[in-house]
């Protein structure tokens, strides 16, 4: 079965710090890449997606992400993270194959200390 | 914003009730979503539904469940004899036409006692 994984389970960091989160899928055919974020009493919102095209997308808030295929794995970074980046992220695919639904990873918690 | 809104934003029922959880999708979206993620774990697809059928469905989604557009606006999840393992978030998500982006609601989390 397809799946999802995501390489940290939290991660705490001080403003500033760099952030690198990362997330691989099992090989499943042609797929389609997110990002959510969860933000403390907040439903979940699209950072980026990557569907074809420059392997490097950007996002909203300064989040970056790059699809590497040869790895299966599609990392999301932020250089410099600030206080209020304190969320959950969650990495989602869409395995074209398997129909329109997402199979997510388990979610990083990232505390960011002020 | 547009946004996909759910309620209630909790339940708690007795095992053996049934529950109604409602989602209303983003207007001009035509597919439908419920996830649930139990506590600690990933979370799960469980169906999707177009043009008023369900077009993909998980191992989870047995016969306990149904899900229905009863009007123009709401997307609902039946759960008609809720079980102890039922307890979770449920996430509602709509997607429009052609675009392969889905869109989440808050969330109803659900406590089966």
């Known amino acids: 079965a397809q799946s999802v994984s995501q390489h940290n389970h939290h991660v705490i960091l001080s403003e500033a710090a760099s952030l690198e989160l990362g997330c691989n899928y099992s090989?499943?055919?042609?797929?389609?890449l997110f990002w959510y974020v969860q933000y403390p009493g907040q439903h979940l919102q699209l950072l980026l997606k990557y569907f074809s095209g420059d392997p490097l997308v950007k996002g909203i808030k300064g989040f970056e992400a790059e699809f590497i295929k040869s790895k299966f794995s599609f990392n999301l970074r932020k250089p410099s993270v600030q206080w209020s980046d304190t969320a959950e992220y969650f990495c989602a695919v869409n395995f074209k194959a398997a129909g329109n639904k997402l199979t997510f990873g388990g979610g990083t918690r990232v505390l960011v200390k002020p | 914003e547009p946004e996909v809104t759910q309620t209630p934003s909790h339940q708690v029922t007795q095992m053996g009730q049934e529950v109604i959880l409602r989602c209303v999708p983003i207007?001009?979206?035509?597919?439908f979503y419920w996830y649930r993620q139990i506590l600690g774990q990933k979370v799960e697809f469980l169906v999707s539904?177009?043009?008023?059928?369900?077009?993909?469905k998980s191992e989870i989604f047995d016969d306990q469940f149904s899900v229905e557009r009863p009007d123009g606006s709401n997307f609902t999840l039946k759960i008609r004899s809720t079980k102890l393992e039922d307890s979770a978030m449920y996430f509602c998500?709509?997607?429009?036409?052609?675009?392969?982006?889905?869109?989440f609601g808050p969330g109803t989390r659900l406590l089966v006692l």
């Open positions: 539904f177009y043009n008023n059928e369900i077009s993909e």
């Open positions: 998500a709509s997607s429009a036409q052609g675009e392969e982006t889905q869109y």
């Open positions: 090989y499943g055919g042609t797929v389609n």
């Open positions: 207007s001009n979206h035509l597919y």
